[in-house]
């Protein structure tokens, strides 16, 4: 059974990048059925989608946050990476990763695994 | 602005049946995906495309979608339906996903 899980630090400071790794067990993420998903939530308030990764490495992000965020990943050792630069307080959220995957044809899009969440904290 | 909205909140007698929705011009074509958020915990799919549900899911949840608007219909609430409900779709670009500004479901 695929399970993902989130690290990274858990304290940064204003106008640094948060670095946050997705490690996945029990699959493979070289999969090309699926893609792999940063989704956050601001306590209190509802989640926002950050970006996706697809195995072939193409990327998109939520417009909000492009200038900012980068996906990548490293199918050799099962990881998913999010970096996102010059954050302020507003970046403070838990952040999830999760599976997806999607069908044009059916109009289907479903996020079907997700993370436990890390909690970030943006402060000096 | 949010590309689809929900709802704030919505309450539910125990046992009977409670719909939330979700507006958005994305929705008349793409599915919703529904996704149940219990406090401290990740969200779960409950519901995706037109009316599938994940195994382990109970069937007392289901989905429809009707023009712009998707539902999500508890049928026979239980009192561990009780939590934030969120549904998500394709913006209007078809390449990035939105979520909706969520529903809390009390079960009274």
């Known amino acids: 059974q695929v399970q993902l899980q989130e690290s990274g630090p858990g304290l940064v400071k204003p106008s640094q990048t948060l670095s946050l790794t997705c490690t996945v067990s029990g699959g493979s993420i070289s999969s090309t059925s699926y893609f792999w998903t940063w989704i956050r939530q601001p306590a209190g308030k509802g989640l926002e989608w950050i970006g996706r990764i697809y195995t072939s490495g193409s990327t998109n992000y939520n417009p909000s946050l492009k200038s900012r965020v980068t996906i990548s990943m490293d199918t050799s050792m099962t990881r998913i990476s999010l970096r996102l630069s010059s954050v302020t307080a507003a970046d403070t959220a838990v952040y999830y990763c999760a599976r997806g995957w999607s069908s044009r044809e059916a109009a289907v899009d479903v996020f079907d695994i997700w993370g436990q969440g890390t909690m970030v904290t943006v402060s000096s | 602005s949010a590309e689809v909205t929900q709802d704030p909140a919505v309450s539910v007698a125990l046992g009977q049946t409670v719909r939330i929705t979700c507006q958005g011009d994305?929705?008349?074509?793409?599915?919703a995906s529904w996704y149940q958020q219990k406090p401290g915990q990740a969200p779960v799919v409950v519901i995706y495309g037109k009316n599938n549900r994940p195994s382990g899911i109970p069937d007392r949840f289901s989905g429809s979608t009707s023009g712009n608007t998707a539902s999500l219909i508890i049928n026979g609430a239980q009192a561990e339906d009780e939590a934030d409900y969120y549904c998500?779709?394709?913006?209007?670009?078809?390449?990035?996903?939105?979520f909706g500004t969520g529903t809390k479901v009390t079960v009274l």
């Open positions: 994305s929705l008349r074509f793409y599915y």
């Open positions: 998500s779709s394709r913006d209007s670009s078809g390449n990035h996903y939105v």
